[in-house]
């Protein structure tokens, strides 16, 4: 079975500055995907960031980056210059690759303080 | 191209009621997936139709069942409604690709209120 872990229940930045929110996950597999996914107040997920496990390059996305780390089953997701807009729950994802589900972490509530 | 539109997007109803909830898929997507997210968790997966078809099933009960229509529009389905199924359902959609991972693309939700 698949566990996806956001120990950052509530995180907070200032406006233009970087924030790194953070994901581990558990898996047996080799082959997967990993997501992160933004839910505003509007309740639409929106993802953010897709990262292939057999990719070693991390993925970015303009102000998205992320730091895929397969031998210790972390993904994290960086914003740089924060804006008001990012406000949201962000919630990182699993799927195995040829799967039809995604696992969620519980996420993580980012407020943007202007 | 329209997105994905769920309706209604807030019900209130009782225990051992029943429950439809309607998603229309956004234009060309073939795939449809449903999602339960109750107050304060990430979402969890009920299950998936393609092509009419169930395509996979989350952890949850026969009393949870769905369809999928030729234009690709499903409906979720909750008999003997209980407290704990209020939540938030999430319907995505997406087109069928064989490594699957085709991006999801979600509706708002419907808020469900089990009294």
């Known amino acids: 079975a698949q566990t996806v872990t956001q120990s950052q229940p509530e995180m907070s930045v200032q406006e233009a500055e970087t924030v790194t929110l953070s994901c581990t996950y558990d898996t047996s597999e080799n082959n997967y995907y990993l997501f992160w996914y933004k839910q505003p107040p509007s309740r639409q997920m929106i993802l953010v960031i897709r990262q292939e496990a057999y990719k070693q390059q991390n993925a970015t996305e303009n102000r998205f980056s992320v730091n895929f780390q397969k031998a210790a089953k972390s993904f994290s997701l960086k914003i740089s210059d924060s804006q008001l807009g990012d406000t949201a729950m962000y919630f990182c994802?699993?799927?195995?690759?040829?799967?039809?589900?995604?696992?969620f972490g519980t996420g993580t509530r980012l407020t943007v303080i202007p | 191209e329209t997105g994905v539109t769920q309706s209604p997007t807030h019900l209130i109803k009782t225990r051992g009621q029943q429950v439809t909830l309607r998603c229309s898929s956004q234009?060309?997507?073939?795939?449809v997936s449903w999602y339960q997210q109750a107050l304060g968790q990430g979402p969890q997966f009920i299950f998936q139709?393609?092509?009419?078809?169930?395509?996979g099933r989350g952890n949850f009960p026969p009393r949870f069942s769905g369809l999928q229509f030729p234009n690709y529009s499903s409906e979720l389905n909750v008999n003997a409604l209980e407290l704990d199924d209020s939540a938030l359902y999430l319907c995505?959609?997406?087109?069928?690709?064989?490594?699957?991972?085709?991006?999801?693309?979600f509706g708002e939700g419907s808020r469900l209120t089990v009294l």
């Open positions: 994802a699993f799927m195995k690759t040829g799967a039809n589900n995604l696992f």
């Open positions: 234009s060309g997507h073939n795939t």
């Open positions: 139709y393609y092509r009419e078809e169930e395509n």
């Open positions: 995505a959609s997406s087109l069928r690709l064989p490594l699957g991972a085709g991006e999801l693309f």
